[in-house]
């Protein structure tokens, strides 16, 4: 799997082109909804590691279906210092397997899976991690990104 030529709308007034990150590692971090616990600790876990991202030669991207307008409250409730990417249409969350049904509150839904995908500078897949638990999971990732 490469990068996939996708476009999404992104924080602070940006489009993201996915094979625009080329040249670089790159770390896209799927999360089911803004401001709820899990993804709340997920998304601050990465934040407050992302210079060491940085120092890494690697840029971080969180994604899931809510808004912009939600992505943006989020965003500066947390105060992110990357952005996060809107996928509303679900295509990048199609394309990336993501999408499952889940139990809610004794009801099927179809969600997002908690799921991240590092690729390596050429663009290539080099790591993916499905089904995530939150604690600890950003430091894993960081350590596998040095190991590129």
Known sequence: MNLPALTLPATGGQQVALQG??????VLYFYPKDNTPGCTNETRDFGALHGEFAAAGCKVFGISRDSL???ENFKAKLELPFELLSDADQALCE???VIKMKNMYGKQ???IER???VFA?????AREW???KVPGHAQEVLDFVRSL
């Open 21 to 26: 990150l080329k040249g670089a590692k790159a």
């Open 69 to 71: 307008k939600s992505h």
């Open 95 to 97: 394309g990336f397997g």
């Open 109 to 111: 839904v179809r969600g």
């Open 115 to 117: 799921s991240t995908f």
């Open 121 to 125: 500078a050429d663009g290539s897949l």
């Open 130 to 132: 499905r089904g995530v």
